[in-house]
């Protein structure tokens, strides 16, 4: 277990190697680029605003341009796509790629235009659409719609709501003689008509149609329904031929995807570059880079810039109080788990890095909860083939995390065996169901299911073990920090205080009835374990509230810093969720061969026999892997972590290759 020994860099260089400088720090991604200069007369920061803004926008295009092309042109992906990682090219194809970067932008671009067209015209087609159907009651008309009379005559045309009938409406009408009514069609909704009266009954006829719900169509066009219709007809037509002209010029576009996901990529390291040019100190001739990098890639850097370019380069440690960021490196046992401990919080200043001793506990602790050696078989084998098949090609994060469940599924295997659990008891039940007689595989130590206070005396008792080795690392960091107080009130005290109450329970007889255990602790050991807890106690009591001057607070503090004990209790009572999730796994796994075995009968019963072992013992590795992952995390975090760990700490975080399609290897000639 480890953390990273840092220090500050600092390059001097000629502004015109500063494009070769930045690529070759970029692509080897080990310094973490910051400023810690001021600006002065002599030294300014660059304004990259507009570059920057340039290349968000062809960032947001390529990836606008994508989902297009994968919308229309989906691209065939395999289930195991995820373990290929990104194509890995050199970097004569990033030099090389400005001799067609304007083609692919001007691509980019026309496919989000055709995109753009595409949904217009969609649009447009809606919109004529829909009035077309207002116009559909209107076609036995073979005025327009906005004709309003002659001279001598006023027209009205319009709806009524509901059905009417002629006779009805002559009759609302009655008195406005003499005026001609025409009915164009006719619905549950509303009644289309048309009226001609004369000019000088006009007010009258309006009046009387107001008064029963008279309106005028939305549609107010100068010619009639059906020579309208053909207008609207051949412009959804025409939109039609543009949506289809754009898709086809669009699916032409799928064999440059790989073009435009390295436009992106390309234009994504761009973007980062100008992030760090524009937070550099520069002149006109030289510019100034500050960070950090690891002291072990130190000698290698050095030599490689020095070799390509005129520069000046200075290395000196951190200051005590600077804040340092914070790189681990552990073995392939425990490194797939430097994940876990970054998302709790990385290491603090103060703290060590516990991946390693966290990986101990937490492959044994994830087998413990799933137990069963058929599923951890399965994970195990699983795991390693994609690691070896795809050793290549796998990503760093994705590499990690068929290593974590690699482990964490031979310790499943490991903890199987022990309880005798193969898919539950599968092996007895099809052997009992096929070949008439019972074949029992017995567990190396013991079965759960059948002695659950043993295996809760278990779970507890390496609870125990877990929560004294997180105060052991505490006590080994107050050693280290010499903080001999903190070492002997807040850890050693707490070390007598539990391991003399533990002797103390074990011995009284409700614990040895409820755990079935006779321990025969002599008396003598008992009395000496009552002083120590005494003992502990009271010095609890009187340390642990030292901060304080007033000795009414003090007490209170340490009275209460004595009842956290409870808190130790219930941390070792939470290990009791390994018996839980254990048997949980066996008893569901017994349940699906059982009912398995109740349909395996007559010569057609193997086939739901499978199906239902295939398809329950999936769905209970599934939930109970997802289980066991999420409690053995807690336990971590909670029971382990919160006895000596405070994190706190930055994680490093280099000027890299930050690309989601392509990775660049850096060529050692490359100059």
Known sequence: MAVLQMQRICICALKKDRKKILELLQRRGIVEINDILPEDSVFHKADVSTAENLLTKNINTAKEALEILNNYVPEKKS???????????????????????????????????????????????????????????????????????????????????????????????????????????????QTCIFILCLKVKAEAVSEALRSIGFSY???????????????????????????????????????????????????????????????????????????????????????????????????????????????????????????????????????????????????????????????????????????VKFKETLEESMSKTLRMYLFCGISTVFWGIMFGSYFGDLVDVVSESFFGYKVVIPPLWFIPVNEPMRMLVFSMLLGIIHIFTGLLIKLYLCIKKKDYKSMVYDVIFWLMLLLSSIIILLSTKMISDIFGIQLGIPEIMIKICSIIAIMSSVGIILTNGRESRNPFKRFLKGAYALYGISGYLSDVLSYSRLLALGLATGVIGNVINKMAGMAAGGAIGIIPFVLIIVIGHTLNLGINALGAYVHTNRLQYVEFFGKFYEGGGRMFNPFSVKTKYYKFKEKKNNG
């Not at 090219?89 to 990033?94: E, L, R, T």
């Not at 002629?166 to 001609?180: D, R, S, T, V």
């Open 79 to 189: 289930v195991l796509n995820a373990l290929y990682g990104r194509k890995e090219v050199n970097s004569d194809s990033y030099d090389n790629f400005n001799t067609k970067y304007s083609d692919i932008v001007h691509m980019a671009n026309r496919i989000v235009s055709l995109a753009k067209a595409i949904a217009e015209n969609k649009a447009e087609i809606l919109r004529l659409q829909a009035q077309v159907e207002v116009l559909s009651p209107w076609m036995g008309l073979d005025i327009p719609l906005n004709f309003t009379g002659t001279q001598t005559t006023s027209s009205f045309i319009g709806t009524l709501p509901d059905m009417w009938t002629l006779e009805m409406i002559y009759e609302k009408l009655a008195g406005q003689a003499p005026l001609n009514v025409e009915i164009i069609s006719t619905s549950r909704e």
């Open 217 to 387: 169509p939305g549609s107010q066009i100068n010619k009639a329904a059906k020579e309208y219709l053909k207008d609207l007809n051949n412009q959804i037509s025409q939109s039609e031929v543009i949506i289809n002209q754009s898709q086809e010029e669009i699916k032409k576009y799928k064999d440059s995807r790989n073009d435009i996901c390295f436009l992106q990529d390309y234009e994504t390291m761009r973007l980062e570059k100008y992030g760090v040019i524009g937070s550099l100190l520069q002149t006109n001739k030289v510019f100034v880079l500050n960070g950090f990098i690891p002291t072990d890639q130190v000698n290698d850097i050095s030599s490689l810039l020095n070799q390509r370019f005129e520069l000046a380069i200075d290395y000196t440690d951190p200051d005590e109080e600077e804040e340092v960021p914070v790189l681990l490196h552990n073995n392939g046992f425990s490194s797939p788990l430097e994940g876990t401990v970054q998302a709790f919080s990385p290491p603090g200043k103060d703290d060590v890095d516990p991946t390693f001793i966290m990986s101990l506990f937490y492959y044994m602790l994830f087998g413990l909860m799933l137990s069963d050696a058929g599923y951890g078989a399965i994970m195990a084998i699983g795991c390693a083939v994609g690691l």
